[in-house]
């Protein structure tokens, strides 16, 4: 079975999940972390640029900042998307004030953003602040996930 190809957002190694694994929780091979926790991870610049080239689940990354009040606004709606998606799509959190070349590199010039990036392609980008429920039909209808 080939499964898909997912980078364990805490140690950066690439893991294998089996298709029908990635519903019950799957961990990291090598640091035992969740592969899919439900809710959104920070990644540093080098993390996301190895998980936006060779994740085959769907990434979903808020570019955000700590001095950027509808980021802070948005932060529990897209942990709430986060954690209804889990299993079908991953949601990350890139601090573009800690980390700015992504988002410079991206052509990103405000934020919130978000981006969806799928077997190293980038799927789909929309900015502003979102509801939940928002996020959720965005990420389902880019990627045509099925509920
Ligand atoms: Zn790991």
Same mark, same amino acid.
């Given at each position: 079975?080939?499964?898909?190809k997912?980078?364990?957002?805490?140690?950066?190694?690439?893991? /294998?999940v089996? *298709?029908?694994? $990635?519903?019950?929780?799957?961990k990291c091979?090598? @640091? #035992?972390?969740?592969l899919?926790?439900?809710?959104?991870?920070e990644v540093?610049?080098?993390?996301y640029?190895?998980?936006a /080239?060779?994740? *085959?689940?769907? $990434?979903?990354?808020?570019?955000?900042?700590p001095? @950027? #009040?509808?980021?802070?606004?948005?932060?529990p709606?897209?942990?709430a998307?986060a954690q209804?998606m889990?299993g079908r799509? /991953?949601?990350a959190?890139l601090?573009t004030?800690?980390?700015p070349e992504?988002g410079?590199?991206?052509?990103?010039?405000?934020?919130?953003?978000?981006?969806?990036?799928r077997g190293?392609?980038?799927?789909a980008?929309?900015s502003?602040?979102?509801a939940?429920?928002?996020?959720?039909d965005?990420?389902?209808?880019?990627?045509?996930?099925k509920?």
């Amino acid at each position: 079975m080939a499964g898909r190809k997912l980078v364990c957002l805490e140690c950066g190694q690439v893991n /294998r999940v089996p *298709e029908d694994r $990635l519903g019950g929780a799957p961990k990291c091979g090598t @640091c #035992g972390a969740a592969l899919l926790p439900g809710k959104p991870v920070e990644v540093d610049a080098q993390t996301y640029a190895k998980a936006a /080239r060779t994740d *085959e689940v769907p $990434l979903v990354v808020d570019f955000w900042a700590p001095w @950027c #009040g509808p980021c802070r606004a948005m932060a529990p709606q897209f942990a709430a998307a986060a954690q209804a998606m889990q299993g079908r799509a /991953r949601f990350a959190k890139l601090n573009t004030e800690d980390h700015p070349e992504p988002g410079a590199r991206a052509g990103i010039r405000g934020i919130p953003t978000m981006v969806i990036h799928r077997g190293g392609r980038e799927v789909a980008r929309v900015s502003g602040a979102r509801a939940s429920s928002q996020i959720v039909d965005w990420v389902r209808g880019q990627t045509a996930e099925k509920a």
